[in-house]
């Protein structure tokens, strides 16, 4: 029988609070809503849109296309995302930047705003970049932002968001990730999770394997399993309510620089050890893993989305929904297309439309 | 602590490390001549108890009609056994041969000493053990504990009485139909079927019940915990599965038993993390020797806590166990769980449906249980048959998405204790008796464990006795 939403419970004692979260030994004002939230992210068929570029980062990208970065252009850019007639089908949420939070679009209309009014949850990256790790000889850093938190979730939630997101860089090495560099940055993820939640925001939990090295793949399975099973010994350490929250986990590859070489591991050889790896650590009570895509290009990012959900299930389904939250995986068409002019706009709405679609399909196993 | 030690009557009778199945009891400290003297019986002597040989010897020579070889014969064949599995490779985890150099944090990842061959073996006999609509028959009481239930209704404790009865649990009439596995105490593993002459894990395995051993521990108090325990048995593990793979068995059993003392603070972070860390070690030795594990984090029913408590530590614990397997590298897909179910304190004021109980162990379940293990068998823990079958119904029954995983029994006393009432008063073991009595039980059972079974009344509620919220006083 496959009961969705929880069938009614009989009880003994009608007067206490909803079983859920009773039983979550979680008290918060916000747990339902934030249990509702989780359930629409994880909704079958739809991704996320990591459009959270730091300025920075964005830099970088408009580089590529001959785009002065100033915060016109920042605004304008994610209007043409926000805006894309029909997006709303294949999107149930958008990351973004803080400054972008508190934009709007050229007629006045908050994009908060324009997001809500398309069933599009707005959200909040709120971390504050990596550091170095003290110490640490090795390179490894930490994520910083936990300071001060609190306070910004609350006004971020005034704005709007209703999620928020942290990532976590982790590196495959000789002896790494280290147990410095791994527990840190396990237990950060796990604060930041629950002052989120304390607030009413449901925190996205992204611990990046990056690829950069020469492992094969089952370095990577090994790493990656090792890394969630501590992320979630933190987790339930700091009493974060699994079924409010989101794992966005890097997909289970060769290093890019192995002999077996970034897309020379098969699609089903990438689908099997990440679905693996989460049957052996993510917990079913996370209504959705939504996969960062790390520098993947599109077609290979849908590919291997579509390959888990296809997959072989063993007769058994995932208790988790499987889709995404891509960033450069969903805008790279997008901006190549876009160039910054005004009369590109349609071109490029068109390509995020198609590349969203392929990934809502992949998302289903419909590619 | 209140607790009755009774190690001056064992020791007369065992002298190999006690069943604790039921009844914990705190070992003392072992002198050293003591262990070296056990370590020579148990060389010497082919059931490992003292006061059984000699009784054996005798039973084996008067009873004619019994094909039971003598003891002579029995000790060779095991010697074989053991000389077999001592032939074999040396009891070190062999390196896969694709592994890189291992270092750092990376010193072994999820079964990966093991061939293609072996992991697929493992999943196998995990696949075999949760078979939907069966589950395991837990019959690996030592003498000592067996012992107690016998004499409680007035059966002498003979081999001969153990080997019969536990018989009747592997060939009655149809048991096979509900049964996927069955757990043994060794002594039972060399035993023979009076029906054919085969040692019993053959017999098993020809009726499709996956044979499994229970090996020898020892519990110990851990010092400063009030009272909180560990198991001991690690040492000389690897040895002795070997010895229990070379007689048929497929799987082995750990139980850790847990109590959750609010006052306390029991479970500690300390008592958790030693016993858990324990069953992970115990779960990667017996897949280094083609065994499934299974392992038994057993919080117990006793106490007043609510079920809201109940939850939150059997996530807190049983969350830890998983970690701890994770990192200590075992096969996940080739490990099975045995738990308590999710339940209120035994003593608890607050009343509680049967659906509310249910509802408790799937949440536990989804915030922790991977679901690359692919089967969880309830003990039972001092629950009745009625109680017991009803709330494991009551979880198959509210099973959704969320919850891929076979949620089976493994029961002992719930199913058993009512088979030892039927010799009450009689003369002897009433094997016919017991055997209908237990298909009839094991079909119930079975029912629970598909959710198609039909309590009678308000069978699986908890009735609290009183407090706020409670019921009837």
Redesign the interface.
């Known amino acids: ?4 939403p ?2 009614p ?5 009608p ?2 609070t909803t ?2 979260t ?4 979680f008290k918060s004002t916000y747990a339902d809503e934030l249990v509702a939230t989780a359930a629409a992210m994880s909704v079958p068929g739809k991704g996320v849109l990591a459009a959270d570029e730091s300025t920075g980062t964005i830099g970088k990208r408009f580089d590529g296309i001959g785009v002065e970065n100033v915060e016109e252009n920042r605004r304008a850019y994610r209007e043409l995302l926000f805006t894309t007639d029909g997006f709303e089908k294949y999107c149930s949420g958008v990351i973004m930047f803080e400054e972008t939070l508190f934009q709007s679009c050229k007629d006045g209309t908050a994009f908060v705003d324009l997001l809500k009014s398309k069933g599009i949850i707005p959200g909040i990256k709120v971390d504050k970049g990596v550091v170095p790790l003290p110490g640490n000889t090795r390179g490894e850093t930490t994520t910083s932002g936990l300071d001060g938190l609190g306070e910004r979730c609350a006004k971020y939630y005034a704005q709007g968001a209703r999620f928020a997101k942290w990532r976590a860089v982790l590196t495959i090495g ?6 410095q560099c ?1 527990d840190d940055n396990a237990r950060c993820l796990a604060r930041y999770a629950a002052i989120c939640q304390q607030n009413g925001l449901v925190p996205i939990v992204e611990p990046e394997i990056l690829t950069d090295g020469a ?2 793949i ?2 990577c ?3 990656t ?2 890394v969630l ?2 992320v ?2 933190h987790l ?1 350490t700091h009493g974060v309510m ?1 079924e409010g929250m989101i794992l966005k986990p890097n997909m289970v590859t060769p290093g890019s620089q192995s002999s077996q070489g970034g897309s020379s591991a098969s699609r089903e050889e990438v689908a099997a050890a990440t679905v ?1 790896a989460l ?7 996370v209504p959705g893993v939504l996969f960062l895509s790390g520098g993947q290009s599109e077609e290979d990012a849908t590919a291997h989305l579509d390959a888990m959900n296809k997959g072989d299930q063993q007769g ?4 988790w929904t499987l889709s995404f939250s891509y960033g450069r995986a969903l805008q790279t068409s997008c901006l190549k297309a876009w160039l910054g002019k005004e009369s590109n706009v349609a071109a490029a709405q068109a390509a995020l439309l198609r590349v969203s679609e392929a990934n809502s399909k992949a998302s289903l196993g419909q590619c | 602590q209140g607790r009755v030690c009774h190690f001056s009557r064992r020791f007369s009778r065992s002298t190999v490390g006690f069943s604790t199945h039921s009844r914990p009891r705190i070992a003392p400290r072992l002198v050293p001549g003591a262990f070296a003297k056990t370590r020579s019986l148990r060389s010497a002597t082919p059931n490992f108890h003292v006061h059984e040989t000699s009784v054996t010897m005798a039973s084996a020579s008067s009873l004619a009609s019994i094909q039971a070889p003598p003891v002579a014969l029995r000790a060779s064949a095991l010697a074989r056994a053991r000389a077999a599995a001592r032939a074999r490779a040396p009891i070190v985890p062999r390196a896969a041969a694709s592994a890189p150099p291992m270092s750092g944090i990376g010193a072994c990842h999820a079964g990966a000493f093991l061939s293609e061959t072996e992991k697929a073996h493992l999943v196998t006999i995990a696949a075999m053990i949760g078979t939907p609509g069966k589950g395991i028959t837990a019959c690996d009481e030592g003498p000592g504990t067996i012992g107690d239930r016998f004499e409680a209704v007035g059966v002498v404790n003979t081999e001969e009485n153990r080997r019969a009865y536990r018989q009747v649990l592997f060939e009655s009439e149809g048991a096979n139909e509900f049964l996927s596995a069955a757990i043994l105490d060794p002594e039972t593993l060399y035993q023979k079927s009076s029906t054919n002459g085969e040692l019993f894990p053959k017999v098993l395995m020809a009726r499709g019940i996956v044979p499994g051993v229970k090996p020898h521990l020892k519990i110990f108090a851990l010092p400063g915990q009030n009272g909180a325990t560990v198991m001991q048995g690690l040492d000389s593990l690897a040895v002795r599965c070997a010895e229990y793979k070379a007689a048929g068995c497929e799987f082995a059993k750990w139980r850790s038993p847990l109590e959750i003392d609010v006052a306390n603070g029991q479970p500690s972070d300390l008592t958790i993390e030693t016993n858990m860390r324990d069953l992970a070690r115990y779960a990667l030795i017996c897949q280094s020797q083609g065994l499934v594990p299974i392992v038994e984090p057993d919080i117990a029913l006793k106490g007043t806590h609510d079920l809201e408590t109940a939850v939150r530590v059997n996530v807190k614990v049983q969350s830890e166990l998983f970690h701890q397997m994770n990192l200590h590298g075992v096969y996940m897909e080739g490990a099975v769980l045995k738990s308590n179910m999710v339940n209120p304190g035994k003593d608890c004021p607050v009343s509680y449906t049967v659906e509310e109980i249910a509802e408790a162990n799937l949440q536990v379940f989804r915030r922790c249980f991977p679901t690359a293990m692919t089967t969880a068998n309830f003990l039972s823990g001092g629950q009745s048959l009625e109680d017991a079958s009803a709330r494991l119904d009551a979880i198959n029954k509210r099973k959704g998405r969320k919850d891929p995983w076979n949620l089976s029994f493994s029961w002992s006393a719930a199913v058993q204790m009512p088979l030892f009432q039927l010799c009450k008063g009689k003369d002897g073991l009433q094997l016919e008796a017991i055997g209908a009595l237990y298909v009839a039980e094991l079909a119930i059972a079975s029912a629970a464990a598909l959710g198609t079974h039909t309590r009678k009344g308000t069978e699986g509620d908890h009735k609290g006795r009183g407090g706020l919220f409670g019921g009837k006083k």
């Open positions: 029988p496959a009961h969705d929880t069938p419970l009989a009880t003994a004692n007067h206490r079983y859920r009773t039983m979550a030994c000789d002896a790494l990730p280290s147990a791994l492992h094969g089952d370095k399975a090994e790493v399993e090792r099973s501590c979630f010994a339930m699994l693996t049957r052996r650590t993510c917990p079913a009570a058994r389904k995932n208790p």
